[in-house]
Every structure is written in C-alpha cells, then in structure tokens.
C-alpha cells in the first residue's frame, strides 16, 4: 500500500477471481465460462467492429438494446446494457444502498456481493441458506434490506420457482429486489416478465456463462423505466462508453445466433447430468443443480486436498475456505473431453488414498 491510498480503502479485502494460471495447459473447470467458443457470426462481427475502434462506442448502446429487448421480451427502455454483468451490481449498490438502506443477501451466493457492500459502504445482512444449502423465500417476505438473490444460486446450484420469487418481491414493494440471473439459461426460469408487474425488480442477465462471451464483457440490467433510469445516472457519472464498440457488435450477433447458444445449453444440461451420475457413483454428494456447474463433496477426499491434487494433475476446479461449504468443490460443466478427464483423475485420486 502507498502512503497515499485513502484511509476508506485501507481496510479492503477484494474479490479473488478464479485463478487463471499460465504456467502449464489447464482443463480449466473453475470460473463457470461455456467451453464452447462464440458462434463464428459472433467473431465475424467482432472482427469488423474491430476496424472502427478509432472511434467511441455508442453510449446508448441502441442497436444491443433493442436486440436485447426483443430477446428479452422488453421494451429497450427496460434495458441498461453494461460491461459485465458485475457492472449492474456495482451500479446497483451505488444507487440504492446507504446507511439507511443495507442490502440482504444469503451467506452462501456469489462472493462479489460483499466485496461490493463494503466498497460502496452499505451495510448488509448475511442471510443464512438452510442445513441443505437451500434458500427458504420465507427468509425474505417483508424485510427491512434491499434484496440480491442469484437464482440459480452460486456455488450451490440451487433454484427458486419464479413464485416464491415473486412473492419475495411483492412483499418489499419499498425495496429494490435484484435477481441475478447468470445462470439461468441451464435450467431455471426467468423472472424478467415480472418487471411489467412490479416496479421494484431488477434483473441481472450476463452472456458470459450460456453465451460464451465471459472475455467480452457483456451483461445487461432489466427492470422498470424507472429503475434503469437511476441506473443510468450513476452509469453517466462514471463511464458513459462502458461497452465497447466490438462487445456491442458481439452482443447484436450473439442474440442473433440464439439457437447457437440453446444448443450449447442443452448439451451443458445433458453433460451435467452425467457427470452427477459419476460423481455419485464415485461417492460424491451432489447439490441438484440448474446451473452450468456442480456443488459437490467427495465421501473420502477434503474439498482442499482434492482441488489441489486436481489441479497438480492439470484440473482446475473452484475451493472456497469459508466453513459451512469448505468441504465442496465447484465444478463448471466442461466438454465430454473435459469431463471424462476430471472422472479418470478423481479415480486416481481417490485411489492413492486407498
Ligand atoms: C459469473 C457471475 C456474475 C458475473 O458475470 P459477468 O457478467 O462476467 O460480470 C454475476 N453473478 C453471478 C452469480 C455469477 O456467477
């Protein structure tokens, strides 16, 4: 640290991405990306755009929105486009959340939303997922926070029926109720065609996970008008032009491609499903998952031994430290490839031990 850095940032603790290691080829099964490329449309697109980067992006991001919309079945005034779906969290916590308003979240989810509260200095309430790792709705009904729910929930897998997610969301009609959608093209259901109801939902959507796009950064913001009008303002006051000219280009192309991406999301589906089969089989306990990854816990090998082990095996898989889920490992979904490799070197492992 600098004898400059400001005393509000001295006591930081930041994110930890997944590691992206360079020192030897990795099957790389720990930061959830589709293993699939972008569809060669998306790239074709990209290329092209490429010729035009002496100019600034659409600030706007017209063309992305309106694509986006029909995607999602909105109107581009529902619609806030954003450089990674992180992006519209951040925004999110600037915008809504201060001393008097802390935000709520399950103790298990995505380890950003912390990071995020403390950086922006919005005080926020760890709620705890049951014994199963599962979220109880009834922990949310008529709370005093702002509400962030990743549904599919990461690391766990888990999801909501969209009723409890709206009952979670007409019941704090005074608080902004944020659904984080990442995963949810792998098995779970949409809440976006709630925001034409309630005026307090917002929906967070990211390509990097079904539609390849982890390096374009690309994730978008769906709520009310008014909603994403806040949003804006906090965009405008700190980078107007947060979405490149080619991830704009990628983005149109990709919504486009569409059935390129379901494709690839079916297979993810049936390749999960196998390899929960595996693991099983192997002595695992599985969470049921709607995402493109698997929560799982080896019967004889500690979440820790058996991440390092892989990873000098050349499988990078995701451990966290924190207790309750210090056991797991997370496991993205990769090609049968990818897969069946991680199985023959979970049998080796579990092997030496006897
Ligand atoms: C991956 C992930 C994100 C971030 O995605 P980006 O769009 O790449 O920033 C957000 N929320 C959850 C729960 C995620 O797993």
Same mark, same amino acid.
């Given at each position: 640290m600098s004898r400059f850095?400001?005393?509000? %940032? $001295?006591t930081l603790t930041p994110y930890v991405p997944g590691e992206q290691p360079r020192d030897m080829k990795y099957v790389k099964l720990n930061t959830n990306e589709s293993p699939f490329p972008p569809s060669p449309r998306v790239v074709a697109a990209a290329e092209q755009e490429a010729n035009r980067l002496n100019l600034y992006s659409d600030p706007e991001c017209t063309e992305l929105k309106r694509a986006a919309a029909e995607l999602y079945g909105v109107e581009p005034k529902h619609v806030l486009p954003v450089n990674g779906s992180d992006e519209i969290l951040y925004f999110a916590f600037l915008a %809504? /959340?201060?001393?008097?308003?802390? *935000? $709520? *979240?399950?103790? +298990?989810?995505?380890g950003f939303y912390p990071v995020y509260a403390r950086f922006c200095d919005v005080p926020s309430r760890e709620i705890p997922l049951k014994d199963d790792f599962s979220l109880d709705y009834r922990d949310y009904l008529g709370i005093r926070e702002h509400i962030l729910i990743a549904n599919p929930n990461a690391p766990t897998g888990t999801t909501l029926p969209l009723w409890q997610i709206e009952e979670i969301v007409g019941s704090n009609p005074d608080r902004v109720v944020i659904i984080d959608e990442a995963y949810i093209d792998f098995g779970g259901e949409s809440c976006v065609p709630l925001i034409h109801k309630y005026d307090n939902l917002l929906v967070v959507q990211t390509f990097s996970k079904s539609r390849s796009l982890a390096g374009a950064r690309l994730g978008f913001g769906i709520g009310s008008e008014q909603l994403i009008r806040d949003l804006n303002t906090v965009k405008y006051s700190i980078n107007p032009y947060n979405v490149n000219r080619m991830t704009q280009a990628a983005g149109v192309a990709a919504i486009e491609d569409d059935d390129y991406y379901r494709a690839n999301a079916e297979t993810i589906m049936t390749i999960r499903a196998e390899a929960t089969e595996q693991l099983q089989s192997l002595g695992f306990t599985v969470l049921p998952s709607c995402a493109n990854f698997v929560f799982a816990k080896s019967g004889s090998v500690s979440g820790e031994e058996l991440y390092q082990k892989l990873k000098a095996r050349g499988v990078l898989v995701r451990h966290f430290t924190k207790e309750r889920i210090k056991d797991y490992c997370r +496991?993205? +979904? /990769?090609t049968r490839e990818q897969m069946q490799t991680l199985m023959t070197n979970i049998q080796s492992i579990l092997a030496e031990k006897g």
């Open positions: 850095l400001s005393k509000k %940032y $001295a %809504y /959340g201060d001393d008097q308003n802390p *935000f $709520a *979240f399950a103790d +298990i989810s995505y +496991i993205t +979904i /990769g």
